[in-house]
């Protein structure tokens, strides 16, 4: 690899552990403390949960995302 690429995968590299503890940071410190929903209603604590879920996962699909750009530029360059 060049130096080129090396310095690519370095910056995808701390991106992607960036947003992941960015993600938690988030996690914990804002939205599970967070009352969404009514937890007074018949199903609102789940569905407190559920919302709570639903943000985690845009998180993650954010980070995959990232992850997929790597991987496939890498193997995109390798075929080559």
Known sequence: MNRRAVGYELVVFVTQWV??????????????????????????????????????????VTWLFIWDRQVRLYFHRRGK
Request: glycine fraction near 8%.
């Open 19 to 60: 947003l992941m503890l960015i993600g938690f940071g988030v996690l914990t410190r804002f939205v599970a403390p967070l009352n969404l929903l009514n937890p007074s209603l018949s199903l609102g604590l789940y569905f407190d949960a559920a919302a709570k879920a639903l943000i985690a996962l845009v998180l993650s």
